[in-house]
């Protein structure tokens, strides 16, 4: 008997006019409906006279009203609130000596990837900026399989079995009764979760520094957490975690920005990302390993690699470069890619496995399960963005939302009736065979003992900050404790900090009002600059923007000079004024983006008044620069503009104050390097003791 024809399930996507999905919602003449109906009327029910009662018999009022009513999926049940790009992972092909998944090994190859950041515990709708960890989820579409590495913005996590998943995410969430607070860890059950649970202090440290408030998606370092065993070609196997560093250096908001932006603008990471890229400043991160070997030990220099909680210093084992990431596309629709994108973390390619970490054991299941709810059904891989770019050959069938049209009769083998086909892969076709290794052990609820320290490195990451970090820290765990209402949650809470630090214990104590309890924090610990953000020297500022105060007495070909000079390094600049329109006539105009009205600080990472500027007496002027002051930013002058910083209260010789005669070359790079510092910390301790 010939064989019968073979299903073909990796028929290409519909490609609609956009990009690489089916976009016919909105093509074509006529308005129809789901069916291709062309509508005369969609205003107007169909009614029994003008005044009359609507008429079931009007399909497409039903249609319209029963869709609209189902547009709603559930939301992710941790990190609902979210913004996505796609782009490109370019191999350097360094990580061939590990791994032979062909898109890290084989240098310059190129591989699609859409990659979605989050906020942890806010609804969909909730604010960008609120003090949480960052989830950093990539999904590469490889010609071996999708590989999605489901990461986040901290190197360590909360608990140490997924087990104990819904616990910490219950104790984080608002509180069940009246639903709140919305998007914060400063209640008082999280803060009961957390002192109750110790293993949870190192994570907590690093959402009580800068980590938890990043300034952008661009500036924020990125962590695959667990420790991976990553297999070469030869099937040996090595220790490693993955690291995603930022081009543009790593750099946070201050707590007040944070705050002040989750009113001013609940939306201000997402419209960043996509202000960048559309400004064509892509985000860009270099993604690297750290290997450890795999010796059966599962530690390094008594680092436990299975526990969650641990992270290895990079001044133990460097990072090494082994590709870039470039994100350079804004979704096409919201709902169809970003809201419908289902990353999992058992999306492995041959090459990539997991290892015995208990957190990531859970998370193996977790994954594929809550798609099933979310995205309503089992075939949620057939959706545009969630479909691998390698040819699919599958034999599940059938469920909710099919719509691959198999052919074929025998979805099973081994069979005869298809021929017998398709084969199963071998590891020399690519096949994902799992590297063997030994498992045995008595069936126990238990945890190694390495599993207990919860202490050293949360003291490690305290100790590795600057001073000023330290007083952010400081100021952070004294802010949330004061949002706690049951004094004994606060009192546990200092007794976890006094095993982490007491100068860091003794200080949150004072803030709080509340005596220091003792501890016995590590005297000795190992301590990692590399867990430090600030820099020294200035960095990259593409996709950073500078506000520029002005009117129409103002110089203006000044500002197209400073406007270029930003430019050339990927920076943008944007002209403040009383009111709104464009400044100037003929070649040298300035066009206004913001007014007094519609500005506010939090949205520039410098300011400069213009030379020429007639001095203002506006508050909102005033109050825009003593802002940006206090958060430590770029702050200059140039000409006569000089007049308004001193209306400000603002001394000309104060670090990061920077003034010039004209915008000249050298005024220019100033400024320009001073955003490139991020922030004038030196400024700080000063801004901080300041008494009115
Ligand atoms: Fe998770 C979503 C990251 C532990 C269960 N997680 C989710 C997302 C990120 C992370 C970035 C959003 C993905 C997206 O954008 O769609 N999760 C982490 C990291 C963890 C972690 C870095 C620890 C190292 N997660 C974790 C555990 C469990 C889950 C221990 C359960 C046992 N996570 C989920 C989930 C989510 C999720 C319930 C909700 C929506 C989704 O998966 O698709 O399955």
Known sequence: ????????????????????????????????????????????????????????????????????????????????????????????????????????????????????????????????????????????????????????????????????????????????????????????????????????????????????????????????????????????????????????????????????????????????????????????????????????TDTFQGIDLLDPTKLVPEELVPVQPIGKLTLDRNPTNYFAETEQVAFHTGHLVPGIEVTNDPLMQARLFSYLDTQITRLGGPNFSQLPINRPHAPVNDMLRDGMHQTAVHTGLAPYLNNTVDGGEPEVAGANDHGYVQTERVIEGRAVRANPASFDDHFTQSTMFYRSLTAIEQDHVVEAFTFELGKVFEQSIKERELAVLANVDTDLCERVAAGLGLPAPAGTPMEDVFVSPALSQIIDTPGPIAGRKIGVIADSGSDLSGIGKLRTAAARRGATVHVIAAAGGVLGKGVRTQVVERTFLTVRSIEFDAFVVAGGTTPSTDIKLIVLLQEAFRHCKAIAAWGDGTAILERAGIGTTEPGVIVGDTAVKAFNDAVLSAVGLHRAWDRAAAVMASEV
């Open 1 to 296: 008997m010939p064989p019968l024809p073979r299903p073909d399930q990796s028929a290409p996507a519909p490609v609609g006019p956009t990009g690489s999905h089916d976009s016919r919602a909105q093509s074509g003449d006529f308005l129809t409906t789901a069916q291709g109906v062309r509508v005369p009327d969609t205003d107007h029910s169909l009614k029994a006279g003008d005044r009359g009662p609507t008429l079931l018999e009007d399909f497409h009022l039903r249609e319209k009203i029963t869709h609209f009513d189902h547009e709603r999926i559930p939301e992710r049940v941790v990190h609902a609130r979210g913004a996505a790009a796609h782009g490109t992972f370019e191999s350097y092909g360094s990580a061939k000596t590990v791994t032979k998944a062909g898109f890290l090994a084989n240098r310059g190859r190129t591989t699609p990837v859409f990659v979605r950041f989050s906020t942890v515990l806010g609804s969909r709708g909730s604010a960008d900026t609120v003090r949480d960890t960052r989830g950093f989820a990539v999904k590469f579409y490889t010609d071996e399989g999708t590989f999605d590495l489901v990461g986040n913005n901290i190197p360590v996590f909360f608990i140490q079995d997924g087990i104990k998943f819904p616990d910490v995410i219950h104790a984080g969430k608002p509180q069940p009764d009246i639903e709140l607070p919305q998007a914060q860890s400063a209640h008082d059950s999280f803060w009961d979760f957390v002192s109750l649970h110790t293993e949870a202090t190192h994570h907590v440290m690093w959402n009580m520094s800068d980590r938890g408030i990043p300034r952008s998606y661009r500036t924020m370092e990125g962590f695959g957490v667990h420790t991976f065993r990553l297999v070469d070609a030869e099937g040996k196997t090595s220790l490693v975690k993955f690291h995603w560093k930022p081009v543009a250096g790593v750099h946070s908001l201050v707590w007040e920005e944070a705050q002040i932006a989750a009113g001013v603008d609940p939306d201000f990471h997402r419209r960043d990302m996509a202000d960048g890229i559309k400004a064509g400043a892509p985000l860009e991160y270099e993604f690297g390993i750290q290997v450890m070997p795999d010796d059966g």
